[in-house]
């Protein structure tokens, strides 16, 4: 997968490309990012890359020319290099949320450009011309886009063939769709008082297996009702809930 990066601030991406699960799926070549700086889309001597709003008040927006150039530019070289147009999406407070569902499927794309906003963000001619999609995070405020679009390739390159360790790539496998994840305990066997669930020192998988999906129940219950709320319980997962809402004094 090709990601196309169009940003004032190409240096904060290292945090993806030098570190970790990223980093080496970077390296290894199963995504490639390439970072459009519309810095280098300017003429002026000061490489200028805002302006001001029409109408007054205070704050910049991201300048018009150098931005869009950049996006052109980006767009056509995917578009010749991997003969599909990508989609173009704007990371912005206004967006859509993205959810685990949008990366699935987005994550199955040949190539996807990501537009960073800086300042108060971009003309509206802009998005209306030259964006497919608008995201968000959600509802808080974070400074400009690229720590958004980190988070989104991060996920994306996640969902890539080859880039998981056999570890993680098992753990992904085994997990429970749509449901929070059951508590989990390293050692010491006891600290400060509070000792592990004895089941996961019985050796018995099938009744640790059992526990675990009604913790994973149970916590979901508690803490994302409407992940719940939004899917059909099979009967047995029924029965693990209905044991632990019993166990647990239905709070
Ligand atoms: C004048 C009001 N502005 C500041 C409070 C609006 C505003 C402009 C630009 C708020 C945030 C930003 C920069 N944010 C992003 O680029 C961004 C973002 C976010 O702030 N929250 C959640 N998801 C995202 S994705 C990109």
Redesign the pocket.
């Known amino acids: 997968m090709k990601i196309g990066l169009i940003t004032l601030l190409p240096e904060m991406f290292a945090a993806i490309s030098d570190y970790g699960i990223c980093g080496r799926a970077i390296r290894e070549g199963l995504v490639e990012l390439k970072l459009v700086n519309p810095r280098d889309f300017t003429a002026d001597k000061h490489r200028t890359v805002d302006d001001k709003p029409f109408g007054g008040g ?2 910049m927006l991201m300048k018009t020319e150098p931005l869009v150039a950049a996006i052109r530019a980006t767009k056509d070289a995917f578009t010749r290099s991997m003969g599909s147009a990508p989609k173009v999406v704007y ?3 206004q ?1 859509v949320k993205v959810n685990q569902e949008k990366v699935v499927s987005e994550s199955q794309a040949a190539s996807l450009i990501l537009i ?6 971009i003309d509206q001619r802009v998005l209306e011309s030259e964006i497919d999609e608008e ?11 690229e ?3 980190m988070a989104v390739v991060d996920a994306m390159i996640r969902r890539q063939v080859g880039a998981l360790g056999d570890s993680d790539s098992a753990l992904q496998d085994s997990f429970e769709d749509d449901l929070l994840h059951c508590p989990e305990y390293t050692r010491p066997q006891s600290f400060e008082g509070r000792d592990v669930p004895s089941v996961l020192l019985s050796g018995d998988h099938a009744a640790i297996k059992r526990w675990r999906h009604k913790q994973a129940l149970g916590t979901t219950w508690r803490k994302r009702p409407d992940l719940l709320e939004a899917r059909e319980l099979t009967p047995e997962q029924r029965i693990l809930l209905d044991e632990y809402q019993k166990e647990h004094g239905d709070q």
């Open positions: 205070p704050g990371l912005s407070p967006g960073c906003g800086r300042y108060q963000g995201w968000s995070l959600g509802d808080f405020v974070i400074s400009g886009g720590i958004a679009a």
